[in-house]
């Protein structure tokens, strides 16, 4: 389904806007206040925080699409290029056993140079022939959560064309989240 530029801004606009509420309620229960020494800013922050998207997949949400309809940010290229051999071998160890835990993209060999905000991303079967991709965050500020979710739809895209598979949800397991005090 083609999808024209006026739809995908509007669908873009309500996607952002869902995200950020999400974010937002996440962030009500259990949150503190602190202050960031590094830029001398004051956050809501909350540690150990999960959140899940159903149907990343399905042509009623076009989450992927709609994702990949926006140019990652520049920042994500050199995750990706350090990302990009590991995403090539998930993809044969996917097509040797669909069904395998060790479907794994791994952003560590970059982690103690550049301390990265994500570390792993995961492809987990449920042995029907879709996915789950669960991402490890250690750090996820709320500007660029947006920026974030179009990178690993990028990275379930290329996972879904090179195996032919589906990834129908998206996990992603964040160390702490945060956002600047309103």
């Known amino acids: 389904m083609e999808i024209d530029q006026k739809s995908t801004l509007y669908m873009n606009t309500i996607l952002k806007t869902k995200l ?3 974010f937002d309620s996440v962030l009500k229960r259990g949150s ?3 202050l960031d020494s590094r830029f001398n800013r004051k956050l809501v922050a909350k540690n150990c925080v999960y959140i899940s998207i159903e149907d990343v997949s399905s ?3 076009m989450l992927i699409d709609i994702i990949n309809s926006e140019d990652v940010h520049p ?3 050199e995750d ?3 990302m990009f051999h590991s995403l090539l071998e ?3 160890e996917t097509k040797r056993d669909p069904d395998s835990r060790q479907i794994i993209v791994s952003n560590m ?3 103690q140079k550049r301390k990265p905000c994500f570390l792993l991303i995961q492809f987990i079967s449920d042995f029907k022939g879709f996915y789950t991709c669960i991402v490890t965050q250690r750090s996820l500020d709320k500007v660029k959560f947006y920026d974030d979710l179009r990178f690993f739809g990028r990275i379930i895209d290329h996972f879904q064309k ?3 598979s589906v990834v129908t949800k998206l996990d992603i397991n964040i160390g702490n989240a945060h956002k600047l005090v309103d």
Do not use: L, P, Q
Request: proline letters at 0%; a negative charge; charged letters at 40%.
């Open 80 to 82: 990706f290029k350090y």
């Open 109 to 111: 060999d970059s982690f």
């Open 90 to 92: 998930s993809e044969r």
């Open 75 to 77: 920042k994500y290229m």
């Open 20 to 22: 950020e509420t999400i």
């Open 32 to 34: 503190y206040e602190v």
């Open 162 to 164: 090179a195996t032919d």
């Open 59 to 61: 042509k009623d949400t």
